[in-house]
């Protein structure tokens, strides 16, 4: 990753996907989103985020709708294209994975790579950038499995950094890390200027981290727009059937509290 990369703007229009015929997981979802911002994805467990995301990095074909990239059709250009330009960070990490972190790291080279060749010294440069920018070089030569969640989480942070992309797309960062390393992901996410599109569960995170949010509920999108506009208690407590609060909004910097509504009191 070069620290003077830029983000590339997102565009999606009337995007509808689901796994088979009869059932829906996305449903006529559209948004757009600048070059540079970060889109912080909400919804209750099940409402279609991760299957959002799977059609924004062309893991699947949309059954209808566009998914663009700088005005560009994600469909419309080769898949090694599209991985150069979209890194992906999954809550999946396999158990079993014999490989060093500096490997694991080179990985999102992959991309990158013409023909057959073999690494070259730019490569191998750009992962060492990876792993110092994620405060990994000491760990390089470890077994990627023996490490713990949050260095794993790191790891693979690093290697979507590695492979140069204008957007990345990740699927919960901030399971499996403590309060610190949450906040350290997000900061360093922050300091990026990339495009970050990431789904959230942890709402006072989001509201400090996006420069957008966008709120899914059962396929669909709910709400979306800066946070300070889409994080209402109304909004939050429709979404997640809760009774949402606010606290200390006049200070600018939202925070929510969260409990079971009392029966009747939402609709
Ligand atoms: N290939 C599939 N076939 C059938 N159902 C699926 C498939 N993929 C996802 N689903 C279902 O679609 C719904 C949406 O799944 P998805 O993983 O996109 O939700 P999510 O918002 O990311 O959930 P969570 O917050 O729990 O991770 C879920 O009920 C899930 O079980």
């Known amino acids: 990753m070069s620290c003077n990369a830029t983000g590339a703007a997102l565009t999606v229009e009337g ?48 059954n209808a709708g566009r998914v663009s990239v700088d005005g560009v059709d994600l469909w419309s250009i080769s898949a090694r294209e599209a991985a150069r330009t979209i890194a992906v960070v999954l809550q999946e990490m396999p158990g079993d994975f014999p490989f060093s972190v500096r490997d694991v ?4 080279r992959i991309p990158r790579r013409e023909g057959l060749s073999g690494w070259n010294d730019f490569d191998r440069e750009r992962v060492q950038h990876a792993l110092a920018h994620l405060d990994l070089a ?21 290697r979507a950094l590695a492979q140069e992309p204008r957007i990345i797309i990740l699927d919960e960062p901030t399971n499996h890390l403590d309060i610190r390393h949450q906040l350290e992901i997000l900061e360093l996410l922050q300091t990026l200027k990339l495009t970050i599109v990431s789904t959230l569960h942890d709402i006072n995170l989001a509201a400090e981290f996006a420069t957008d949010v966008a709120i899914l509920t059962a396929g669909r999108l709910t709400a979306f727009g800066p946070p300070e506009e889409v994080l209402s208690p109304s909004e939050l407590s429709a979404a997640f059937g809760v009774t949402a609060t606010v606290h200390n909004a006049a200070a600018g910097g939202a925070r929510f509290s969260f409990s079971l509504p009392r029966q009747g009191s939402i609709s």
């Open 138 to 158: 000491h760990l390089a030569g470890r077994q990627f499995s023996t490490l713990s969640g949050g260095e794993k989480q790191r790891v693979l942070i690093a």
């Open 105 to 108: 790291v080179m990985m999102g």
């Open 15 to 62: 995007l509808r996907w689901g796994p088979r015929s009869g059932l829906t997981l996305v449903n006529d979802i559209g948004f757009a989103i600048a070059a540079g911002s970060r889109l912080a994805i909400l919804g209750p467990n099940g409402a279609g985020k991760t299957s959002l995301l799977r059609c924004l990095y062309r893991a699947v074909q949309p």
